[in-house]
């Protein structure tokens, strides 16, 4: 699934006036349609951006005016640390990949 699938198949809780997902790493995009699955059943969730962001994920939901505080802080800061955390092996496999000297 790509970004913009991806973005497609939420659009009903993508905010109106926003992007929605702009990570365009295949196994995030995965993980990510996967936690949807589980957002979407959350009446009245939305989503407005997840982007990278000084090499970290930012995750904007309206989780908070939903579920309030800490329940909010919980789900959002676990899913910024998992999607860090892929944009970090990405990152890494990238390098690693492209360093001449690892070829046999």
């Known amino acids: 699934?790509?970004?913009?699938?991806?973005?497609?198949?939420?659009?009903?809780?993508?905010?109106?006036?926003?992007?929605?997902?702009?990570?365009?790493?295949?196994?995030?995009?995965?993980?990510?349609?996967?936690?949807?699955?589980?957002?979407i059943k959350i009446p009245g969730f939305q989503y407005s951006?997840?982007?990278?962001?000084?090499?970290?994920?930012?995750?904007?939901?309206?989780?908070?005016?939903l579920l309030g505080n800490p329940l909010d802080n919980i789900i959002s800061t676990e899913i910024e640390y998992r999607v860090t955390l892929l944009l970090d092996l990405h990152s890494d496999y990238l390098k690693y990949s492209q360093d001449e000297s690892n070829i046999l």
């Open 49 to 65: 951006q997840i982007k990278e962001k000084y090499n970290s994920c930012r995750f904007y939901t309206n989780l908070y005016e």
């Open 1 to 39: 699934m790509t970004v913009e699938e991806f973005n497609n198949k939420y659009k009903d809780f993508l905010e109106e006036g926003h992007y929605g997902l702009d990570i365009h790493v295949p196994a995030i995009v995965r993980y990510l349609d996967g936690v949807f699955g589980g957002l």
